[in-house]
């Protein structure tokens, strides 16, 4: 596994970036550029991450293809498709959106997004985005969400047979499918079982931690790892089965303190257990 997170900031070049993410020591990063950035700078930065042993994770590219405006859902797929485009070419290991949401907000729940024919939408978007591109060295793939597909293991595994495209990764945020009491107190089993049903297509993994309120209602809150109730020992034991490079990148936090505990944090459970990051 490699580690690696959010590394700020604006680059004279390419080296600058790497030189930055090593002072992290992350060993995998987000992509540092975007798809205006002309052919010579994203060739500058691919070599510079195979030069400085730094695997860039993932190319976002965060928007709505099932979005209900027929404007927005084309825009939505134009953007995937540059951005994959984007991923393939600086040698990412992934270029990750979510499935989109039917309703009014973009990543949010709606009844629509488990109607009979979201399904059937999702697959045709994923395709009219991969067969636009057909990436010879990423893919593209799906962010794990607790409120829209692929919410599941299951949901997974349907999606990425019924797109049948090699070119179609997946990409797994453990955390985000905790959507239930029972899945988050057997969440080891459950991480298990990601790794040995989805494994050999994860591309890149979101870590973070979660904790279980007292309400009535129940109320499940995200954290940053150390900051949860779960297991990262079992967690880490699970992904180390992954691909050895296979990238576990920390996300959603506030500020460089905040990312500089949850590494921390991550390295210190990995020794403990035995697992390089």
């Known amino acids: 596994m490699r580690l690696g997170g959010p590394v700020n900031g604006t680059w004279a070049d390419a080296t600058a970036w790497t030189t930055a993410v090593q002072q992290q020591g992350y060993r995998a990063a987000y992509c540092p550029i975007d798809e205006s950035a002309s052919s ?3 060739t500058a930065f691919a070599m510079a991450a195979a030069a400085a042993d730094i695997v860039i994770a993932e190319v976002g590219a965060w928007s709505n293809p099932m979005a209900s405006d027929d404007v927005v859902r084309r825009k939505a797929l134009a953007f995937c498709q540059e951005r ?3 991923a393939d070419a600086i040698g990412a290991a992934c270029c990750v959106n979510i499935a989109g949401s039917r309703g ?3 990543d949010g729940p709606d009844a629509l997004n488990y109607a009979d024919d979201t399904f059937a939408l999702i697959v045709d ?4 985005i991969i067969d636009a591109v057909k990436p010879k060295r990423t893919c593209y793939s799906l962010e794990t969400m607790p409120w829209m597909l692929p919410d599941s293991i299951e949901s997974y595994v349907a999606l990425v047979k019924a797109i049948d495209r090699p070119q179609m990764g997946v990409h797994l945020d453990p955390i985000n ?3 239930s009491v029972e899945r988050f107190y057997r969440h080891r089993e459950f991480v298990e079982a990601c790794v040995t049903q989805l494994g050999s297509r994860i591309t890149s993994v979101h870590i973070k ?3 279980i309120g007292r309400p009535f209602v129940v109320a499940l809150q995200e954290s940053a790892p150390g900051l949860g109730m779960l297991d990262y020992g079992s967690i880490l034991r699970s992904l180390n089965r992954l691909a050895p490079d296979t990238p576990i990148m920390l996300e959603h936090l506030e500020t460089a303190a905040e990312y500089d505990a949850a590494a921390a944090y991550v390295r ?3 020794v ?3 697992v390089g990051v």
């Open 209 to 211: 931690d979660i904790t």
């Open 177 to 179: 499918m905790m959507n």
């Open 84 to 86: 994959l485009a984007l």
């Open 104 to 106: 009014a907000v973009w």
């Open 125 to 128: 978007s994923v395709r009219l």
């Open 268 to 270: 210190r459970i990995a």
């Open 40 to 42: 010579a700078t994203i």
């Open 272 to 274: 403990e257990v035995g």
